[in-house]
């Protein structure tokens, strides 16, 4: 129904097959998909812990969770997140992983693959946008890798520093409108510092 609609309300739309860049764009739209959202920046993820009344800030290692994952090593000197629309006959995990959230778990692999998105949306690119792929396993990422592993850590910010963190940040031009570059983040924003 998302696909069948997304064009009259979002000016462009990716190709019909794009399976990967559906999930991305109904993801950061809003709706439930087995992908987790995370970004590159902290001040960004901090942003939004910020918005809950006890604050977290969950930090990933992406390679890590990758090559835990199965993902084989890529060529040349540089470890990188692997393509989600490419298939290497069945040897790429994020492939397989969209190709099962797509299609009820006919497809995936176990564990969770993190990927960077196509940027189908301002959003993602404003939030410097990363994803996680869930495969077969729905878990969150806290009960999947080992606690000793060092792919995933929690950071508790003390809910008491929430409106001075909330004014640093401010004035560091982290803010709804940068978070949300469009109509509904200005208003944000504007409601946040004007209607106190």
């Not at 290692?61 to 069945?90: C, I, M, Q, Y």
Request: hydrophobic share 40%; net charge positive.
């Amino acid at each position: 129904m998302f696909r069948a609609r997304a064009s009259g309300y979002h000016d462009v739309v990716p190709d019909r097959d794009r399976t990967d860049q559906w999930l991305f764009l109904a993801r950061h739209a809003g709706l439930p998909t087995r992908l987790l959202d995370w970004t590159e920046g902290a001040l960004i993820a901090l942003h939004f812990a910020l918005k809950e009344k006890e604050p977290v800030v969950w930090m990933l290692n992406p390679l890590e969770l990758n090559e835990f994952a199965g993902v084989p090593p890529s060529v040349g000197k540089f470890r990188e997140f692997p393509l989600t629309w490419v298939d290497h006959s069945g040897r790429n995990p994020a492939f397989e992983n969209i190709a099962g959230a797509w299609v009820l778990d006919q497809r995936g692999v176990p564990l969770p693959i993190a990927v960077y998105p196509t940027y189908v949306h301002a959003r993602l690119r404003a939030q410097r946008s990363c994803l996680t792929v869930h495969g077969k396993r729905k878990e969150g990422l806290d009960t999947l890798v080992p606690s000793t592993s060092g792919i995933l850590k929690r950071y508790v910010v003390d809910p008491d520093c929430r409106p001075s963190m909330i004014t640093e940040l401010r004035s560091l031009g982290v803010t709804d409108s940068v978070a949300f570059p469009d109509l509904d983040g200005l208003a944000k924003e504007l409601k946040a510092r004007f209607l106190k």
